[in-house]
């Protein structure tokens, strides 16, 4: 039986849906200040980090799982609105013909440059021009994994609050700082404090593992078809490159991050 407090929306060209199906678009997302995030895992690791939805929406005629009932809870306690509508039209917002149950609405939350604290852990994660968002929601994820204080994008990247770095992310979207900054204002805030700026290239012969790691670590990744510009390049503190065995010459740019933040990481574990 559905809930009493529940709002229930039977047809595709209901405002609010054509509303929420609108925020699967950058100038809409924009526009209201809101993202969607879909699914029960990461729902609960947005509960768990103290982020409740605005607005839930869940399908009708189902048994919540125990944790999509906490979620459901506390959207009610914050005073959030709870929808029951079709699979069907859940799988329109999702863009998915197999969609999760429920999906969150949340308020976006960049964290302007100037109110970073650089103290507040010993790596931080930096991507140039990223492109791809299933690459800037893992680097979201490897941030989280080795206890980043966030990510810090440059020049123009794709939105970090899209549906499909929000999925791919897997709920780091909310545990992880997200700061966007052109690379002027980045690096007259960098060089106002502590930390060493690490870049990985092709451009230089420094091996990843010979460099000893200053704290805090800024670790900087480019572009992933141009890499870095050299004028970024000549800014570092330091250029490290991972060796390459095969026929490839580079990683992926998730892949450079993770393998950098977590020899940071086992730099300072040892």
């Known amino acids: 039986m559905s809930s009493p407090e529940r709002r229930q929306i039977t047809g595709f060209s209901n405002p609010t849906i054509k509303r929420l199906k609108s925020l699967r678009e950058k100038k809409y997302r924009k526009r209201e200040g809101h993202f969607l ?29 125990p944790l999509a009932q906490k979620i459901e809870a506390a959207t009610f ?13 859940i799988a329109k917002l999702s863009g998915k013909s197999n969609p999760q149950s429920i999906i ?17 852990s010993g790596i931080w994660l930096v991507a140039q021009a990223l492109r791809d968002p299933g690459n800037l929601g893992t680097i979201l994820r490897t941030g989280d994994a080795v206890g980043a204080g966030g990510l810090i994008l440059i020049d123009d990247c794709v939105d970090p609050f899209s549906v499909e770095a929000v999925r791919a992310s897997m709920g780091a979207i ?6 966007q900054a052109s690379w002027p ?19 230089t012969d420094k091996d990843y593992q010979a460099v ?15 890499g870095l510009p050299q004028d970024y390049e000549a800014d570092c503190d330091v250029l490290v490159k991972m060796p390459m065995m095969g026929k490839a010459d580079s990683l992926n740019a998730a892949i450079a991050s993770a393998v950098m933040a977590y020899e940071v990481l086992n730099q300072r574990r040892n």
Do not use: M
């Open 77 to 89: 306690d914050a005073g959030g609105e709870v929808i029951e509508t079709s699979e069907a039209i």
């Open 37 to 65: 995030a879909e699914g029960l895992r990461i729902l609960t690791e947005a509960l768990d980090a103290g982020k409740t939805p605005k607005l839930l929406v869940v399908v009708e005629d189902t048994e919540l799982h």
């Open 174 to 179: 909310f545990t992880q700082q997200i700061a």
């Open 212 to 226: 000893r790691y200053e704290t805090p670590t800024f670790l900087l990744v480019g572009n992933e078809a141009q």
């Open 104 to 120: 969150g609405i949340y308020e976006d939350h960049p964290t302007p440059l100037a109110d970073i604290d650089r103290n507040a």
């Open 185 to 203: 204002d980045f690096i007259d805030w960098l060089r106002s404090g502590a930390g060493q700026l690490v870049g990985t290239s092709l451009n």
